[in-house]
């Protein structure tokens, strides 16, 4: 279509040439760039009034001068403008980087989540706090879910599904499956307590969670060797099995601060936005 109208366009022009000469076109500067250009030779000579044979010759050769000229223009500017186009245009990126760059940042915050705060829950038996992380609420007019199947469940089987099968798709999909079993073995053990917290249910509870952190470092580890790193995207920070030693409580505790207010409406987007991105790198958060 583009070159439909470049042609039409520069034909238009060619029939100003012919009629009408540089009083087709006002401007001096524009004239001679256009002659320049798109003029053949032949025709760039001044339109003479003589109505004799040797002027009709002349315009007859110009005409079919200007008939070799012009298709050939049109074709060499609309195949530059085609250029253009196909280096401008960049490559889609694949849905596993655009799906990497999507969940990771909410997926390496909600790691954090687990290594600090969900730890620190089954440490001080704070069973109620452990709990409502599994706790489903809705209403006849809104569904909601779980902040386990919302921060971790949902995004790990979408990022999974990005990747095909047959190029890790089905590992990651395995180990998602593994961590909902240990998530399953929690709740239950946290169900279960009741009166004095046994030593038994106690060891447990830190057992599923200890599994579910090793399941979490293998998807990550998974996802960095998969997506992270043949695409040079910041890659997952693993968990550490020692969360008060972690470099990254620090900043942990900032980001909620900061993340507490985007909820409140109190920091605009795209701080938020970018705070959130922080969440894939050990520097301070904002």
Request: with cysteine; net charge negative; proline share 5%.
């Amino acid at each position: 279509m583009r070159i439909i109208i470049l042609v039409a366009v520069i034909h238009t022009i060619y029939l100003g040439e012919l009629c009408y000469g540089p009083y087709a076109i006002r401007s001096a500067a524009a004239w001679a760039t256009y002659r320049s250009a798109f003029v053949p030779p032949v025709l760039r000579s001044p339109r003479r009034s003589s109505l004799s044979a040797e002027s009709g010759q002349l315009e007859a050769a110009s005409r079919r001068d200007a008939l070799a000229f012009f298709p050939a223009a049109a074709l060499a500017v609309s195949n530059a403008l085609l250029l253009d186009d196909a280096v401008a245009v960049e490559p889609p990126l694949p849905s596993s980087i655009k799906s990497f760059r999507q969940y990771a940042p909410q997926l390496q915050l909600s790691g954090d989540f687990y290594l600090f705060d969900l730890a620190e829950d089954i440490r001080t038996s704070n069973w109620d706090d452990v709990l409502d992380q599994f706790k489903v609420s809705g209403s006849a007019r809104f569904v909601s879910v779980s902040r386990m199947d919302r921060d971790f469940f949902s995004p790990m089987r979408l990022l999974a599904k990005s990747v095909p099968e047959d190029e890790g798709g089905s590992d990651l999909e395995q180990v998602t499956e593994r961590f909902e079993s240990s998530m399953r073995r929690l709740q239950s053990v946290a169900k279960g307590v009741g009166g004095d917290v046994t030593k038994e249910l106690k060891k447990e509870a830190q057992d599923a969670w200890e599994s579910g952190r090793q399941d979490i470092n293998t998807y990550m580890r998974l996802a960095n060797q998969l997506i992270a790193e043949p695409a040079e995207v910041a890659p997952f920070t693993l968990l550490p099995s020692a969360s008060d030693d972690s470099p990254r409580r620090d900043k942990y505790i900032k980001i909620k601060k900061v993340l507490a207010k985007c909820q409140q409406g109190g920091v605009g987007v795209n701080v938020c936005g970018d705070v959130l991105k922080q969440a894939m790198s050990m520097d301070d958060a904002a």
